[in-house]
């Protein structure tokens, strides 16, 4: 089982630069809310650090992990759990400018929780859906029309003509 890690402390690795290493390690992603509606990932999720230690200093890492988010499908309000893959990179090169520098590391202390966090939220889909063909609830009587797919209503009577309908014929 891997060890969770919320922070990681990369001069504990001891590399040499152009040296890298390769751990999986479980971090908890924390919820999240989209339209007043709370979406939860697992407890924890296990991912795969690749830390490389830069000539003149700084690292170059890369994080990988698949999570589903459970919630509610934001069309038809049914149970939704899609997976999500996460790639996503980081440089911290101290002197290197605002591009070369990650606001992840501190030192060489790497919050991997918020990394982790902020780079799901970034992969995660526009909409959280239960399937991708979601066809949502019916407009008028909030019917779900993935059980349903022919429902439909009549059509009411355009409003433009309703003067029409008060003429008395005798």
Request: glycine residues 8%; charged residues 25%; hydrophobic residues 40%.
């Amino acid at each position: 089982m891997p060890a969770r890690a919320d922070n990681f402390d990369l001069a504990g690795l001891k590399l040499s630069p152009g040296e890298g290493r390769r751990l999986d390690l479980e971090v908890q992603l924390g919820d999240f809310d989209f339209s007043d509606e709370r979406y939860a990932p697992p407890a924890t999720v296990p991912v795969r650090l690749d830390v490389s230690r830069m000539v003149g200093g700084g690292y170059s890492l890369r994080l990988r992990f698949e999570s589903e988010i459970s919630g509610p499908c934001m069309r038809c309000l049914e149970a939704a759990s899609p997976v999500t893959s996460v790639d996503a990179r980081e440089i911290d090169q101290p002197g290197g400018g605002e591009e070369l520098t990650s606001p992840y590391v501190v030192g060489d202390e790497l919050d991997l929780r918020a990394w982790a966090h902020d780079a799901y939220a970034l992969a995660l889909p526009a909409q959280v859906l239960c399937r991708p063909d979601c066809l949502g609830l019916c407009q008028q009587c909030g019917a779900n029309l993935n059980a349903d797919p022919e429902h439909a209503h009549e059509a009411a009577p355009d409003a433009r003509w309703a003067k029409l309908r008060e003429l008395k014929f005798e």
